[in-house]
């Protein structure tokens, strides 16, 4: 039975770090190679058996709508000159038994409150969060894939960790706490963004989240923190109080693609990967002797 049906994707940020990029494309929207790292959260929810689509957007995403609407226009088009395969890279956006529902939020008030307005599609049951600017690479199982095994086993909120250097925990929500089983930790302490000097530890959050319903409430009485912002972070801190919650180290690579440094490692590690253009890409690349 699979226990995890339903995904949020907020998705209402500026993208300030990509301008002018971002002036009127929404942030993701920004394609690697060639699907949007919307698509590619997507995907990898649709993999883990999740079959309602959670966006909550903000008035500048209507291109995120559209991506996963029917495109009418451009079917009947393709189907006229007969090019299927492109048609069904077209209908396979969103597949056959998954549903999209979007949400708006009307004011950007950080990551806490952007869940928060998933509460009434919900309900009360877990679900999953994904933030689609932290793209993660996996041969096997995906990330939200193993998170739910983890759920699964526990029945209790996870987050998805990785290691980083310690010099960087002012960019993420960082946790600590005792090891239960490999890749598997208690949350005892969870900050957002310390300097390192506070960091306790190198865990850092990575935009992967199994949360139960309990979240809500907490998150409707949750002030602004780090930012000014009402942050996930302070909101899992109160539920762990109430119940546990545990950090998950997941296998996979961790491209952040909120990051043009991060967007360009995943976009020459995906060129290489891709079906059609490795070949040619790889070759390209041997000019370069840096
Ligand atoms: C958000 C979360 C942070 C997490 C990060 C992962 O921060 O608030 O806890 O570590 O995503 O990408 P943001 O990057 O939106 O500032």
């Given at each position: 039975m699979i226990t995890i049906k339903k995904a949020v994707f907020p998705?209402?940020?500026?993208?300030?770090?990509f301008l002018p990029a971002t002036k009127a494309v929404?942030?993701?929207?920004?394609?690697?190679v060639d699907k949007p790292l919307i698509q590619y959260a997507a995907e990898e929810a649709e993999k883990a058996g999740i079959d309602t689509l959670i966006f909550v957007v903000g008035?500048?995403?209507?291109s995120i709508i559209d991506h996963f609407d029917k495109a009418y226009e451009l079917e009947s088009e393709l189907a006229l000159r007969n090019k299927d395969e492109l048609l069904k890279i077209v209908q396979d956006t969103v597949p056959t038994g998954v549903s999209c529902v979007f949400v708006r939020q009307?004011?950007?008030?950080?990551l806490g409150h952007a869940v928060l307005c998933a509460e009434a599609i919900v309900g009360n049951e877990p679900f999953a969060v994904i933030l689609p600017d932290d793209l993660i690479d996996n041969e096997g199982d995906n990330c939200i894939q193993q998170m739910i095994a983890v759920y699964d086993k526990y029945k209790a909120s996870v987050i998805g960790t990785q290691t980083i250097d310690?010099?960087?925990?002012?960019k993420y929500g960082m946790v600590a706490g005792p090891k239960i089983e490999e890749r598997l930790s208690m949350v005892d302490e969870i900050i957002e963004k310390p300097a390192p000097a506070e960091a306790p530890s190198d865990q850092a959050i990575v935009g992967r989240y199994i949360l139960t319903p309990a979240i809500f409430d907490i998150l409707k009485t949750t002030v602004r923190g780090a930012g000014g912002e009402i942050q996930l972070t302070d909101g899992i801190a109160a539920l762990r109080k109430r119940e546990e919650v545990y950090a998950y180290s997941f296998e996979g690579k961790r491209y952040d693609c909120g990051s043009k440094i991060g967007y360009l490692e995943a976009t020459v590690d995906f060129a290489l990967k891709h079906e059609e253009l490795a070949d040619e890409f790889r070759q390209f690349l041997k000019q370069f002797n840096v």
């Open positions: 998705v209402a940020g500026l993208g300030t770090r929404a942030k993701e929207m920004l394609t690697i008035r500048t995403k209507n009307p004011e950007a008030l950080g310690i010099s960087e925990s002012d």
